[in-house]
């Protein structure tokens, strides 16, 4: 099982967007994760046609992905 951690935006046109962060710190207080959201969004280095692609902060989690192999070649 393969940990990511989700940091989830707002785009400065209101749409829904994430970032994946692979092997996070996985004792993160929501105080942290929020602070260091805030950090990303306020360096407005992501942008994408004018459009601030990490405007503002939604949330963060952890998520989990498996993977089971049927066959391999």
């Known amino acids: 099982m393969?940990?990511?951690l989700e940091l989830l935006f707002n785009t400065s046109?209101?749409?829904a967007k994430s970032l994946s962060v692979a092997d996070p710190i996985l004792n993160l207080?929501?105080?942290n994760a929020k602070a260091?959201?805030?950090s990303i969004s306020a360096l407005k280095l992501?942008?994408?046609e004018g459009v601030d692609l990490y405007a503002t902060v939604?949330?963060?989690r952890?998520?989990?992905r498996i993977v089971e192999d049927i066959f391999e070649a």
């Open 2 to 4: 393969a940990k990511s």
């Open 13 to 15: 046109l209101g749409k």
């Open 29 to 31: 207080t929501p105080e």
């Open 36 to 38: 260091a959201m805030e």
């Open 46 to 48: 992501f942008q994408s």
């Open 58 to 60: 939604v949330g963060a």
């Open 62 to 64: 952890y998520t989990e």
